[in-house]
């Protein structure tokens, strides 16, 4: 089984900052990408960043030059560092990744149970 828990959501003033992190645990042999989403209340959950295993990284428009997505050593755990939040930055974030439990199994789509960002102004 693979796990994935978040950590470091909370309550921040406007223009703040989180570093939210994010570690994969049990049986892993490889993790290709991993993701971070967003769902503000009463809407769809939308994809905010994403790191390949090589590196690279994309983001939405609205983050973009805001937040930071990293995988240090393309380990097991990934970071998204939030900078100038906004109250429009409000919601669960939840960390998804591409995971491999043995050499020979197809690749699989991990959640994390999700950690609130909440921003005041």
């Known amino acids: 089984q693979v796990q994935m828990v978040e950590s470091g959501g909370g309550l921040v003033q406007a223009g703040g900052s989180l570093r939210l992190s994010c570690a994969a645990s049990?049986?892993?042999?490889?993790?290709?990408?991993m993701r971070w989403y967003r769902q503000a209340p009463g809407k769809q959950r939308e994809l905010v960043a994403f790191i390949t295993r090589d590196g690279t990284t994309t983001y939405t428009d609205p983050v973009k030059g805001r937040f930071t997505i990293s995988r240090p050593d393309a380990k097991n755990t990934v970071y998204l560092q939030m900078n100038s939040l906004k109250p429009e930055d409000i919601a669960v974030y939840y960390c998804?990744?591409?995971?491999?439990?043995?050499?020979?199994?197809?690749?699989?789509?991990?959640w994390g149970q999700g950690t609130q960002v909440t921003v005041s102004s």
């Open positions: 049990g049986r892993i042999f490889s993790i290709d990408a």
């Open positions: 998804n990744g591409d995971i491999r439990t043995t050499n020979w199994a197809a690749t699989g789509n991990y």
